[in-house]
């Protein structure tokens, strides 16, 4: 990432990112239907410090691991008796974004909850496995050739720190799961939905990789 682009993501006058977080400030102190997010967690400041660097995590209720966004859709049904928002939708990044903001700098610290060992194994596993008609893994690129240039693109490591993101090729805010997405679309492979289990496993993969990185949400990249 260039100086450039450091500057801006240092700066929150110039982070593009920080419109979705002020957007999400204003979900979290209102709601549709109440009880706003506020209402039950007080102060995000306190009550998400740290949360963001959690996910994803085992969730009892649905007995499967999930990500932010869908803990957050989870509290709107059961909670708010609001319907789900989209996945990636733009409420539901810039509530993403806000809470994620609260642990800008904190190290990530996955769950060490033992039934997240699986789930990290497969996403290992998936993290490892050729895919698509170019018959590439996420390993081969960022593994093996980060630093090296594809079409013109410096390779990066797989670190997910920054997520959400604003990407200049998006022109917005996007999740670890859409650039997932856009790399399988690269390699010409079927794209895994939108909260697939699979694409959660890679999540806590690469979770579980960057556990103590600093988080820095809302990070921008070219």
């Known amino acids: 990432m260039g100086e450039s682009l450091q500057a801006m ?11 979705w977080v002020k957007q999400g400030e204003t979900l979290w ?21 740290g949360v963001a660097a959690r996910y994803p995590a085992f969730d009892a209720l649905s007995n499967q691991a999930i990500n932010l966004q869908q803990r957050i859709n989870q509290c709107r049904v059961n909670h708010q008796q609001a319907s789900p928002w989209r996945l990636e939708s733009q409420e539901l990044l810039s509530l993403e974004s806000y809470v994620a903001i609260q642990s800008r700098g904190l190290p990530y610290s996955p769950s060490t909850d033992a039934r997240m060992q699986a789930v990290v194994q497969r996403g290992s596993v998936r ?22 240039k594809l079409g013109g693109t410096v390779i990066p490591q797989s670190h997910p720190v920054g997520y959400p993101m604003y990407r200049l090729e998006w022109q917005g805010m996007g999740s670890l799961q859409r650039r997932l997405r856009n790399c399988m679309s690269g390699v010409r492979a079927q794209l895994f939905a939108y909260g697939s289990l699979e694409l959660v496993e890679l999540e806590a993969y690469l979770a579980s990789v960057a556990r103590g990185m600093p988080l820095e949400s809302p990070a921008v990249r070219p």
């Open 9 to 19: 993501q240092r700066d929150d006058t110039s982070n593009p990112g920080m419109l």
């Open 29 to 49: 102190s209102t709601a549709s239907s109440a009880p706003s997010c506020q209402t039950c967690h007080g102060p995000a400041a306190q009550s998400m410090k």
């Open 127 to 148: 993290y490892q496995q050729r895919m698509g008609q170019l018959d590439l893994s996420c390993a081969q690129c960022h593994d093996q050739r980060w630093g090296l």
